[in-house]
């Protein structure tokens, strides 16, 4: 069974203090690892899809890379209007193409 | 302004009572979906479609029913509400069947509750 473990659940961190979110998955072929920025009360929002172990993105204090186990969100001196919930999505071969798997979420915070 | 659109916002149901929850598009996006998401539970997919007239079952499809009339509308209907389908549901669309490149755009969801 295809199967997405986000760590850790919950991370609070001071204003310019930098760190990584884990997203560890086991899935039967990867398609396609998303990450996304949920705010409270509302819908997630895109930021990065990773296609192949080695593969890295870019957007502005945040960073995504992918092995073939698992990947890490680097965020580099974040800010408060950083924190939100981070969520992590596959896409296997097994489930069809059209189907994606979500992890928990890790909710950040940043203290000013 | 360009996005999925989801109403109602909140609604109160009584177990048993029917209702639909609407979802709208103006992509032109062929691929559209519902999640619903659970506290300790990540987004788990109910149906979804990749084109007007085709639907299929997603992981948790039970109690619900869709309809894909047209390729802006995607309508996800309760039966009969059960307290177990108090959730925070989301509509999802994308341009390519596989999400691709962009991803996936989400409405900002209706909070259902069912007493």
């Known amino acids: 069974e295809d199967q997405v473990t986000q760590s850790p659940e919950a991370l609070r961190l001071q204003e310019g203090e930098s760190s990584s979110l884990n997203c560890s998955y086991t899935?039967?072929?990867?398609?396609?690892l998303f990450w996304y920025r949920q705010d409270p009360g509302k819908g997630p929002e895109f930021l990065f899809t990773?296609?192949?172990a080695g593969e890295e993105k870019e957007k502005e204090r945040l960073k995504a890379t992918l092995t073939k186990k698992e990947s890490f969100l680097h965020i580099t001196a974040p800010k408060p209007e950083d924190s939100a919930t981070y969520l992590c999505?596959?896409?296997?071969?097994?489930?069809?193409?059209?189907?994606?798997?979500f992890g928990q979420g890790t909710r950040l915070t940043i203290n000013p | 302004n360009a996005g999925v659109t989801q109403t109602p916002k909140f609604q109160v149901l009584k177990t048993g009572q029917s209702m639909t929850l609407q979802c709208a598009q103006d992509?032109?996006?062929?691929?559209m979906s519902w999640y619903r998401q659970d506290p300790g539970m990540g987004l788990r997919l109910i149906h979804y479609?990749?084109?007007?007239?085709?639907?299929d079952q997603g992981e948790v499809p039970n109690g619900y029913n869709v309809s894909r009339s047209t390729t802006e509308d995607f309508p996800l209907r309760l039966l009969s509400a059960a307290p177990s389908q108090t959730s925070v549901y989301f509509c999802?669309?994308?341009?390519?069947?596989?999400?691709?490149?962009?991803?996936?755009?989400f409405g900002s969801g209706t909070r259902l509750t069912v007493v």
């Open positions: 992509m032109n996006h062929e691929y």
């Open positions: 990773l296609y192949s």
């Open positions: 999505a596959v896409q296997a071969d097994a489930q069809g193409a059209q189907k994606l798997v």
């Open positions: 999802a669309s994308s341009y390519s069947t596989t999400g691709g490149a962009g991803g996936y755009t």
């Open positions: 479609s990749v084109g007007a007239g085709i639907t």
């Open positions: 899935v039967s072929g990867l398609r396609g």
